[in-house]
């Protein structure tokens, strides 16, 4: 009787700890959700000053806003958010405080191993927003193109034809002195 006691005390308390980390991670979550949280890293700052003024940052009245988060994290899955959060969240950090990424040096060199405009940002992400890509108002160009990609008949993506929409010309931003 005595040791089902202490099960059941270990479980109430084991409850409890659960409990309140739950609502300390989810907390934590929705602050670093948040475009002033990704701004508040110098290094960050450049690309908050682009998003701004590209078509979903504040400039831009009547266009879709969208967050840091809502295009740089997967939108495909709980599971997948939050190892990708977590994962780019410890990278950035480290890179925060040992300032690797706190230069316009760095990012080009970045973008050249990479290709540029081929970045973190997710096909799940677009689609989330732009359910319907043809449709009403749409150009018949944009509609052929989009038709092929819904088709599986092109390897392009949404960041390779659009990829001013986050950040304007970044790549330009960068390049300049």
């Not at 934590?28 to 002033?36: C, L, N, P, W």
């Not at 990704?38 to 831009?60: A, R």
């Not at 799940?124 to 732009?130: E, Q, R, T």
Request: proline share 2%; hydrophobic share 35%.
């Amino acid at each position: 009787m005595r040791r089902l006691r202490k099960v059941i005390l270990g479980v109430v308390v084991g409850g409890i700890v659960v409990f309140f980390f739950s609502l300390v991670t989810a907390s934590q979550f929705r602050r670093t959700g948040k475009i002033a949280f990704c701004n508040s890293c110098h290094e960050m700052g450049i690309f908050y000053g682009t998003w701004k003024g590209g078509p979903h940052g504040l400039v831009h009245l009547g266009a879709v806003r969208a967050k840091c988060v809502d295009c740089h994290l997967p939108h495909d899955g709980t599971i997948h958010y939050i190892r990708a959060k977590v994962y780019y969240g410890i990278n950035d950090y480290i890179a925060h405080i040992s300032g690797k990424k706190a230069t316009k040096k760095h990012w080009l060199e970045h973008w050249e191993r990479k290709k540029p405009y081929v970045h973190q940002a997710y096909e799940s992400s677009c689609k989330g927003c732009h359910k319907e890509i043809i449709g009403n108002g749409v150009p018949i160009k944009a509609i052929l193109a989009h038709k092929a990609y819904l088709d599986g008949e092109t390897h392009r993506n949404c960041i390779s034809c659009h990829h001013m929409v986050g950040h304007g010309d970044m790549l330009a931003v960068l390049q300049e002195k």
